[in-house]
């Protein structure tokens, strides 16, 4: 892949970046053009699926939940040349901005401890983490997978899939805390969306909600090595067959 670049030059995603670049233990790299983290794409422009169609996307996995993407439908979802595949983590959304008008609104602060909640999605949504990672070793081409901001439900998976491929925690790490210094624009919007809605209730782009910060994915990191052994053993634990696991790296790594 011509260019030594993880986020994609695209004029309506703000947190798209390609998994490619990353150092593994064994002295090699991720490849180019295979995953791409990502924000929710909508409204995209010809340009962007021209662009997105060229970098090789064959395969959209959509982590949100119905509400979320009736409010926000994926560009992604009707174009011919994607499978495009409907993966919630959830039951209910947890993109507080998409929540109803009738709704009550707990306050941002309530969302402090993003190590704590990756921990439980972890532990509760081992069906959702197989059904993505056997989507993603089936691809022809590069998956876009995505939740609603790209930090967090796919974070998570990010994690995994680098994990996979022996990037080192650090790195795991790195690739996690940036998506906050891409995300600022969106942030602008769903704080506004959030303040119609609440008008008075206090949130500001400082607050945990929306941070990124290491000790989140380190907790979670943590927590996979203490109570299944590491990534692999916890991917076991999922019911991904390790065939499923040796495609993923594979197509990741090319070894």
Same mark, same amino acid.
């Given at each position: 892949?011509?260019?030594?670049?993880?986020?994609?030059?695209?004029?309506?995603?703000?947190?798209?970046?390609?998994?490619?670049?990353?150092?593994?233990?064994?002295?090699?790299?991720?490849?180019?053009?295979?995953?791409?983290?990502?924000?929710?794409? $909508?409204?995209?422009?010809?340009?962007?699926?021209?662009?997105?169609?060229?970098?090789?996307?064959?395969?959209?996995?959509?982590?949100?939940?119905? !509400?979320?993407?009736?409010?926000?439908?994926?560009?992604?979802?009707?174009?011919?040349?994607?499978?495009?595949?409907?993966?919630?983590?959830?039951?209910?959304? *947890?993109?507080?901005?998409? !929540?109803?008008?009738?709704?009550?609104?707990?306050?941002?602060?309530?969302?402090?401890?993003?190590?704590?909640?990756?921990?439980?999605?972890?532990?509760?949504?081992?069906?959702?983490?197989?059904?993505?990672?056997?989507?993603?070793?089936?691809?022809?081409?590069?998956?876009?997978?995505?939740?609603?901001?790209?930090?967090?439900?796919?974070?998570?998976?990010?994690?995994?899939?680098?994990?996979?491929?022996?990037?080192?925690?650090?790195?795991?790490?790195?690739?996690?805390?940036?998506?906050? *210094?891409?995300?600022?624009?969106?942030?602008?919007?769903?704080?506004?969306?959030?303040? $119609?809605?609440?008008?008075?209730?206090?949130?500001?782009?400082?607050?945990?909600?929306?941070?990124?910060?290491?000790?989140?994915?380190?907790?979670?990191?943590?927590?996979?090595?203490? $109570?299944?052994?590491?990534?692999?053993?916890?991917?076991?634990?999922?019911?991904?067959?390790?065939?499923?696991?040796?495609?993923?790296? !594979?197509?990741?790594?090319?070894?």
């Amino acid at each position: 892949m011509a260019g030594f670049y993880r986020r994609l030059p695209l004029r309506r995603l703000y947190n798209a970046r390609d998994l490619g670049g990353y150092p593994t233990r064994d002295g090699g790299t991720t490849r180019f053009g295979v995953f791409i983290r990502s924000d929710a794409p $909508k409204n995209l422009t010809e340009g962007d699926l021209a662009f997105l169609k060229n970098y090789g996307v064959t395969d959209s996995i959509d982590f949100r939940g119905a !509400r979320e993407i009736t409010a926000e439908p994926s560009c992604l979802r009707n174009v011919g040349w994607i499978r495009y595949l409907q993966s919630p983590t959830f039951n209910e959304q *947890v993109a507080f901005a998409t !929540r109803g008008a009738g709704a009550g609104a707990p306050p941002v602060s309530a969302f402090v401890d993003w190590g704590a909640k990756y921990i439980e999605m972890a532990d509760d949504c081992m069906g959702w983490v197989r059904e993505t990672l056997e989507f993603c070793a089936a691809a022809d081409g590069a998956v876009l997978y995505h939740c609603t901001t790209g930090k967090d439900r796919t974070g998570i998976i990010s994690a995994l899939l680098l994990g996979l491929a022996d990037v080192p925690e650090e790195d795991i790490i790195a690739d996690y805390c940036v998506s906050e *210094v891409y995300l600022r624009a969106v942030y602008e919007g769903l704080r506004a969306a959030f303040l $119609k809605r609440f008008p008075t209730e206090p949130v500001s782009l400082a607050d945990p909600f929306f941070k990124t910060a290491p000790a989140n994915m380190a907790a979670l990191l943590a927590h996979l090595k203490d $109570k299944y052994g590491g990534i692999g053993p916890y991917l076991a634990a999922c019911g991904v067959k390790e065939v499923v696991c040796g495609q993923l790296r !594979r197509r990741l790594t090319g070894v």
